[in-house]
Structures are given as C-alpha cells and as structure tokens.
C-alpha cells in the first residue's frame, strides 16, 4: 500500500488522471463516473510531514519525516489502520428527487452528480420513480439541467418554491434510503429518513408519498405575486413604508425602467441598481453598494423620513456589515472585514446581536459572517432568502444605473 501511494504521488496530474481511470475500468468494472468507494482515505505532503486523512472531515494522522526505508510500511499501514475504523458510506448507484407543488401535484425528477435534472415529470411517484432512477445512470451532459428541464416540460418554477422534498438513493446494498426535508424560513427543515427494498419499488413509492405529506411546506397559492431571494455576496437597502418612486429619486436612479423581481435582482449587478416593489411593508435597494455604505444611510434616513437599513456581505473576503438609522439618525453599525483585520461598530447592539454573542469592539470576539447578517436583516426587516415565499405587492420595481 505505502509503495504504491508514494509512486502515485510522483505522478503528473495527467498521468495520475489516466491511473484512476484506468483503476475505476480495470480493477473497480465501472467507468470513473460510477465508481464510489465505501470508504476513501487522502494522503498528501507538507512540511510538517506525511498527512492522512479519511474523507474530508474524518480523522487525521501526521507521520514527522519517517526514515525513507521506513516510510513505505508505516504510511500503508496508517492508511489501512485509519480506513478499519471508519464505517462505510455506501455509495448511491442510481438517484431522484421527488417535490411538491404549489398546485398539489408532485414533480418527479433524475439527480445527477447532486443536481437534479431532467427530463422532469408531473406524476405519482407510482409512474414516474422508475422512469427517473434509470435517466439518472447516463452519460455526464445528456439531459437538460433544472431550468431546462422545468421549461420543456411547461412548468412555472415558482410553484416549487417553500417546497418539501423527498430523495430517493437506491444503494450498492440494495437497499433504496429516502431522506425527507420540509420548508420553513425557506430552509430545509425536518429531516426524515427511511431505508427500504430496491426490488420492492411499491413499497419505497408509497413510503414516499405518505413521508412527503407529512412535510412541513411553505407554497403559496398559484399566480401570488412573491418576491425572488437573494442575499450571499450582495449588498442592499431596506427602507420601510416608502414607495419605489420616492427610493429611486431619493437613491439618485437614472434611466430607470420598469423591470419585476427575477428581471431586477438577476441584473442588479456592476452599475444597475434594482429598487424592489413593496414586500411586507419594505422596499429593497439591491446593490446597494453602487451609492451606500452602512455610515452614509443616516442621509438617506433623512431624505426619505423614514427607517432605513444597509447590509453587505462577501464570503471570499469575509466581508459582513449592517447598519441602522432611523430618522436621519445612525442608530447601529456594524463593520467586519477579517481578511483586513476590520472590526468596528457604532451605537447599541440591538437583541438580536446580543443574542448572537457577538462584539466587534470585544477583544477576542469573533468576526461576524455571512449567516450572522441574514440573522440580523431577519430581526430587522426580512431575510432576503425568504423572498420567494413572502407576498409581494404586484407592481414592478425599478432599475436603472446610479450615476
């Protein structure tokens, strides 16, 4: 085992390529793309010495430098010793996924490499499971991914959102697992799993039915006008109780035409900015950045007498920030960048950041993230993820560039 692993790591990326699929079709019968170990271990160099680990978030052993004689056995024997401790994931040869519908019906359709695809089926579980599970054994690039999919066979994404979810694994065992998951928050919720027979579909496909009815789920009646999430990595304002025309003057919008929720929040990027329609009493600004930051909503509070709030968040420069000001006034800002060793805050922490146990100002305390500002905007205003199944009022928003 160490001699083979120590020959292996000496290979180029190409060549290591060509060995494993070589070992996938030879060894293993099955092309690369089916081939799913039960168990894998990694084994890779630093200057600390040999590393191996089980998976990416098993346990981990650090070999110091061993003498080159001695390297071979010890690093197959770590190997071997730390893959005889670790349970078997048993790998998932064929997959499905079964969701509700806003209209009571159920969507049937293939998952291939954890993304469902089609073609995609409004049907009992009855007729359309086998059907999926098969079209899920192709060739990478065969079917039409999710939005095609749902285009070809005529169906409004937007009767899926706050959906629950049924997936349905058949395994190398021959067993078929089913995981449940319900909607709230417009998050997973809920989980319940179920092993079953692969050779007894009836039974896995009632077991299915009954398990989804009994899932939490949030639709809204079809053709209710909702608004479309957004969140990570984006920056955006919401202002409470004023109209669209009075943001977009107060922002400076130029050029402004009138664009609805998908249109805006999909091309509020670079220089357009996407003023929403009223949402639950609140109009958002997305890509806020363009003309704000969390120290200059105090102005825009004041233009517009009313509350306004900023947030921002980038995961890849662990940007979080949110702000708060009411009547012209800059009640809470908060300000964290910890690739830039930033962390800076002004006012009160309200409830909810108590609750967080989070202090910028605290030596010691920890950097805020991306999930720490969906908390807060939840607290203050909306959640931005929630959108989707949030009734919207029916009017379109704006979008336009800020000079």
């Not at 089609?118 to 009855?126: D, M």
């Not at 060739?139 to 999919?149: F, K, L, R, T």
């Not at 922490?349 to 108590?354: A, H, Q, S, W």
Request: proline share 8%; hydrophobic share 45%; glycine share 8%.
């Amino acid at each position: 085992m160490g001699e083979t692993i120590l020959q292996l790591y000496k290979l180029s990326s190409w060549d290591k390529a060509d060995s494993w699929r070589a070992f996938c079709e030879d060894a293993a019968g099955v092309p690369a793309r089916r081939y799913q170990p039960e168990k894998s271990a990694r084994v890779y160099l630093s200057e600390d010495g040999w590393h191996v680990a089980v998976d990416l978030f098993g346990p981990e052993e650090i070999l110091p430098s061993p003498p080159a004689d001695d390297l071979p056995q010890r690093l197959g024997a770590t190997v071997c010793r730390l893959l005889d401790a670790t349970a078997p994931n048993w790998p998932a040869l064929r997959k499905a996924v079964i969701r509700t519908m806003a209209t009571g019906e159920l969507l049937v359709m293939p998952v291939e490499r954890g993304f469902a695809v089609g073609p995609a089926r409004v049907a009992s579980p009855h007729e359309a499971l086998p059907a999926a599970l098969a079209d899920s054994d192709r060739e990478p690039g065969e079917a039409p991914n999710y939005a095609e999919a749902l285009a070809e066979a005529g169906i409004n994404r937007r009767l899926l959102d706050g959906c629950a979810a049924v997936h349905v694994e058949e395994m190398s065992t021959g067993e078929v697992r089913l995981t449940g998951t319900g909607s709230a928050g417009n998050r997973p919720v809920a989980e319940r799993t179920w092993l079953g027979r692969a050779d007894d579909l009836t039974t896995v496909c009632a077991e299915a039915v009954q398990m989804i009815k009994g899932l939490p789920v949030e639709h809204l009646p079809p053709g209710t006008p909702a608004g479309t999430d957004f969140g990570m990595k984006r920056t955006w304002l919401a202002v409470r109780g004023s109209t669209v025309d009075q943001v977009a003057a107060a922002i400076g919008l130029t050029a402004a035409r009138p664009a609805d929720w998908d249109e805006g929040v999909a091309a509020a990027d670079d220089d357009q900015v996407f003023v929403s329609p009223s949402i639950s009493g609140w109009i958002f600004v997305v890509n806020a950045a363009r003309g704000f930051d969390g120290s200059s909503v105090a102005s825009l509070s004041a233009r517009l007498g009313t509350e306004v709030q900023y947030f921002g968040n980038h995961r890849v420069v662990a940007y979080a920030e949110w702000a708060l000001a009411v009547d012209g006034h800059l009640v809470r800002h908060v300000l964290c960048s910890e690739d830039s060793e930033i962390a800076d805050e002004t006012g009160a922490p309200t409830p909810v950041e108590l609750a967080l146990g989070f202090s910028p100002a605290t030596p010691g305390a920890r950097f805020a993230d991306e999930d720490d500002v969906m908390l807060v905007a939840a607290a203050w205003s909306l959640d931005p993820n929630t959108l989707s199944v949030t009734v919207s009022s029916p009017g379109p928003g704006l979008l336009g560039p800020i000079p």
